[in-house]
């Protein structure tokens, strides 16, 4: 991080209040620094006021709201704000095929897409790309609206559905699905440091890892491999805090997928017993506001 | 203490509570957003999740 002037005290922006940010508040407390919490909800903010309140106030973005996230940091940065992680970083992880291009022209290895803007441009595309294939939204999360395509039919039911759906749904992100143990990588990067990572396995008879469809975690080994992509995909997406989602290609090695730019990590400290909550604090802390 | 809005059970509220926090009814489940008032906490129905949530 660049040396320069940093503030003593912080503001917690967020719309819902879970875990991590109950337990970012509570280690701020603990350190006795100053902490702010702004619910998003209630925010209004005059875009046009030369000397905003927020001007070099360092903002922990925790909006789990994409939306609400992406247009309060765009709103609070062009204000004067220093907000963690800046709006380039929401944008560029925010979109999954912005991330994708971001990450694999830095060469960092990523799963094979291909993209379409039209069902019938896709469905002609995955006869040469090959089944099965996985259809994911390029904003999305959680999981959801992700479908296996195992082959054309399955594949020909979904687009039309997406025909129907906001404009968004008919760009189509199309992935190889990658074989792999039952299990992916997510990471914590802080800074420049990979502070802990763990493995989420799927629940069983789902393909999906995600912790919020159920699967279980274990503690992952940050080996000089993970530790070089995650610095690497974290520092091509801009990232302050973010959390790197790999899969185990048994073809292509480790394969990044995903970085997140308000990252969730109660089941990261649960396993690992890592505080990366003190960790975000004292990384904020150091932050230049100049 | 507070009730349940949708089954009327009671809903327990930790003392290293704070406002915004999510709790969930422990009969039916219903999720609700605390709110600061004068002595204590009262609570809003949460929104649960949404199309743009998560990470």
């Known amino acids: ?290 | 203490m507070v009730k349940c809005e949708e089954c009327d059970a009671e809903i327990k509220i930790p003392a290293d509570s704070i406002e915004g926090e999510i709790v969930s009814c422990p009969d039916c489940g219903s999720s609700y957003e605390l709110v600061k008032s004068e002595g204590g906490f009262t609570t809003k129905p949460a929104q649960v999740v949404g199309e743009d949530w998560g990470q």
């Open chain 1, 1 to 290: 991080m660049t040396e320069g002037k940093t503030s003593s005290s912080l503001t917690l922006l967020y719309d819902t209040i879970r875990w991590e940010e109950k337990a970012i508040y509570e280690a701020a407390k603990k350190k006795g620094i100053e902490i702010k919490k702004i619910d998003c909800k209630d925010l209004v903010l005059d875009l046009n006021t030369p000397h905003s309140e927020f001007h070099s106030q360092i903002i922990i973005q925790r909006c789990v709201s994409y939306f609400k996230s992406l247009h309060s940091t765009a709103a609070l940065e062009g204000l004067g704000a220093k907000v963690i992680n800046p709006l380039d970083t929401a944008i560029n992880c925010g979109n999954k095929l912005f991330t994708h291009m971001i990450i694999q022209k830095k060469g960092i290895r990523t799963p094979k897409v291909i993209t379409a803007f039209s069902s019938e441009s896709a469905l002609s595309a995955l006869d040469d790309f090959g089944y099965p294939a996985i259809i994911k939204p390029t904003i999305g999360s959680w999981g959801r609206l992700i479908a296996l395509l195992r082959d054309k039919e399955a594949a020909k039911a979904v687009f039309e559905d997406r025909e129907h759906m906001f404009p968004l749904y008919q760009i189509y992100f199309l992935e190889e699905f990658v074989s792999r143990p039952p299990r992916d990588i997510r990471a914590i990067v802080v800074g420049d440091d990979v502070v802990a990572a763990i493995y989420r396995y799927s629940e069983k008879d789902e393909w999906k890892t995600n912790m919020a469809l159920g699967g279980r975690a274990e503690n992952c080994p940050i080996t000089d491999e993970l530790e070089d992509i995650c610095i690497k995909s974290s520092q091509a997406v801009g990232g302050k805090i973010v959390g790197v989602d790999l899969m185990e290609s048994s073809k292509d090695g480790l394969l990044v997928h995903e970085v997140n730019n308000t990252t969730e990590f109660k089941n990261t400290v649960r396993i690992t017993g890592i505080n990366i909550q003190d960790m975000i604090v004292d990384y904020s802390l150091r932050y230049p506001i100049n």
